[in-house]
């Protein structure tokens, strides 16, 4: 299944708001409409949402070049994209990339945000499968292993980070099992992850995410591994909401917790030039449980959709240049 596609001059993603029960594409033709999809979650996952953002610029780049002011409209429709999810900082970064790009005539526009688009999504494959590689040194044979969120190929487009690395250890040398919290509010464990370790042939349960300290403190749990939506120079993590409290109960437990994720997840800038933005999402991603109302009526919700691990409790984070360990210098 293809997360992130273009056909037609359309934007073709496959709707993960209905995963796994209904599979459903939705062909997106404009700037507008693609920012709209990235901020309601149909497609999502840091390097997926990057790649979305790229051929998102390719059709702001088609609309502005009609346009009285090409560079004024090409603007805001590059902000209207950027400004569609805060954390993920590979968001911002294809943006920036293909505004980068876009300086000959508006005529050219169009095919040069397309054609990087398309050499991005060609490399993603690449590009996971040496994060996979780089990461088989933290697995032994027979691990038991928890991950978060999902990470997997409805997350970027290619092989998936954390999980592709997940896969290929259990080819190579084989899991004994992964456990996959469900990762409330959205479910993206229970719904995306154990979705694609099934297909994948891994063998796998779901766990509510507050069973992870029963799970680690019963031994169940040997190695710790998520994706990250940005990471920052000292190797500070920002990920899905509930990864701090995991990197805290692996440190308690002394289990190895790692991080995988692609460059371009990486902001330099942050700390210092730049600080991150926690995504606060609609309190009724918490009150309600697949549109019905489960908390007490009056009752308000806070929904952070990411939290922030410090860089010391990481034990490890891998790119596809390579595996790091503490202190980080990125
Ligand atoms: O809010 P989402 O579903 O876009 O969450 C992002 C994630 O998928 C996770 O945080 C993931 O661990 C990092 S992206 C591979």
Redesign the pocket.
Known sequence: MQAVDFQEGKLRLLDQRELPQVVRYLEIGDAEGAAEAIRD?AV????A?GLAAAYAMALAAREATGTADPAATLRTLSDLIAQARPT?INLRHEVERSLGLLTGSPATWYETALGHAEAMKDGQRREDEALAQNALPLFRPGMRVLT????GAL??GGLG?AFAAIVLAHRELGLQEVLADETRP?L?GARLTAFELGQAGVPHRVIVDGAAAYCMASGLVDLVI????RIGSDGRTA??IGTYGLAVLAKHHGIPFAVV?PRSSCDPLWPGAREVEIEQRDPREVLEVMGQRVASAGSDALNP??DVTPGELVTAIVREDGLFRPPYAF
């Open positions: 979650m999502r996952g840091a390097p949402i993920a978060h969120c999902n990470t997350a970027t980070t959205r993206q998520v994706g990250a939506d990920n899905k994720a959709a990411f």
